[in-house]
């Protein structure tokens, strides 16, 4: 399972450093699974019993999945803060902190938040052969002012969705990646996670 590392800086004028970088954990995983996690049957929604948690910076309180791992506390990213992966592997989850210049977070709106999600969707697709299926879009998610995109990774088959939100002084993208190998139902099925999941986070 791939994850990426991502970390943006976006100055008032310009946009000052980006980079991802990828990086296999899959021994994680599977300590997770031999601990018992694997057992879980995959579902579209939170499980509204299970207690929230807080991410890796204490910042954000989310619900796990149910028939998801959640690996967070495990993952060897540092700025994963959230990492939640689908019990038959398929799918993962994760959320990390977008590095916005404190001048610019200071008056981050809308108009600001979408500029950030087209610079992290340049990021998600330049390089890597992703084709970005609609222009970042603000939306509505139980209240949260949020921006939506989309990418297809052709050649894999690979599908990601992706949140970008400002919380807590801070901006964050949470997002789905469906592996290619899953069938169409269950690619829907990972997909449409993402927007519960969002509208189940605390700050």
């Not at 499980?47 to 999945?65: C, E, K, M, N, W």
């Not at 506390?73 to 019990?87: E, H, K, Q």
């Not at 697709?125 to 084709?131: A, E, Q, S």
């Amino acid at each position: 399972m791939t994850s990426n590392r991502f970390l943006i800086s976006l100055g008032p004028s310009q946009i000052q450093g980006a980079r991802i970088a990828l990086a296999v954990s899959m021994s994680v995983i599977v300590a997770a699974v031999a601990a018992g996690c694997s057992a879980l049957g995959p579902t579209r929604s939170a499980a509204s019993h299970t207690p929230l948690r807080f991410s890796r910076d204490g910042v954000i309180q989310y619900r796990p999945l149910e028939g998801w791992l959640d690996v967070s506390s495990d993952s060897s990213s540092t700025d994963r803060t959230i990492w939640l992966v689908r019990a038959d592997f398929v799918g993962t989850l994760s959320m990390r902190e977008i590095h916005v210049d404190a001048s610019v977070r200071t008056h981050l709106g809308m108009a600001q938040l979408v500029d950030v999600a087209r610079l992290a969707a340049s990021l998600e697709t330049g390089g890597r052969g992703g084709l970005l299926l609609h222009d970042p879009e603000p939306i509505r998610v139980n209240g949260k002012e949020v921006v939506v995109y989309d990418v297809d990774y052709r050649e894999t088959g690979d599908k990601v969705r992706a949140i970008v939100l400002s919380a807590a002084d801070r901006v964050y993208q949470v997002s789905v990646l469906v592996n290619g190998s899953a069938q169409p139902k269950t690619a829907e099925e990972i997909l449409g996670v993402l927007d519960g999941f969002v509208a189940d986070l605390r700050w």
